[in-house]
């Protein structure tokens, strides 16, 4: 199944002042609203398992499971795993906390998440919903470049609209906690 493409609709004032190369990267986008995943047993497995281990703060299992949702969503879509890591608290500055990274191998593999599952001021386990959308938040940059062959990954609309197209097939939101 192809991803969901939708014509764009009007655009916000940081695409109007992109160079024109961007823009296009922009458009393009903004016209695939979804992706394609039917998460198997597997999967959805890996995602409850997530649920379960992340308040524990075990960083070794909590990478573990990361990387077991990342390597069945890339194989799900049919494009190269990357590596997932797990580090503790999160780096701050004065504009606010960095949640999750994604820095692309550019074409020699080697692509790479880093996520951070510890808050920058308490040091107190994410909550499950945050860490998993940040997984997926970052998985949605690899998928730019692997899946969708986007020159760049931008923030578009269409940008989150595949991220939350990706935790709905999941059928993540029944794992949340009180």
């Not at 940081?14 to 979804?34: E, F, G, I, K, N």
């Not at 999967?43 to 075990?58: K, S, T, Y």
């Not at 608290?89 to 080697?110: F, K, Q, S, V």
């Amino acid at each position: 199944m192809a991803p969901e493409f939708r014509p764009p609709g009007p655009k916000p004032a940081w695409y109007r002042r992109l160079p024109p190369a961007l823009q296009r990267v922009a458009t393009a986008s903004d016209r695939v609203t979804s992706v394609p995943l039917r998460a198997g047993p597997v999967l959805r497995a890996a995602v409850g398992a997530l649920a379960d281990a992340l308040p524990a703060g075990h960083a070794e299992t909590v990478e573990r499971i990361s990387q077991q949702v990342a390597d069945e969503v890339c194989a799900s879509l049919g494009v190269p795993r990357l590596r997932v890591r797990v580090a503790l608290r999160r780096p701050a500055d004065a504009r606010g906390e960095l949640h999750g990274l994604y820095t692309p191998g550019n074409g020699r593999g080697g692509d790479q998440i880093v996520l951070w599952m510890l808050t920058a001021k308490r040091g107190q386990v994410v909550a499950y919903r945050t860490f998993l959308r940040t997984l997926l938040h970052e998985l949605c940059h690899h998928l730019d470049y692997e899946l969708l062959r986007l020159r760049e990954s931008l923030h578009t609309q269409g940008f989150y609209q595949r991220e939350s197209s990706l935790f709905a097939a999941l059928g993540a939101a029944r794992f949340d906690r009180p």
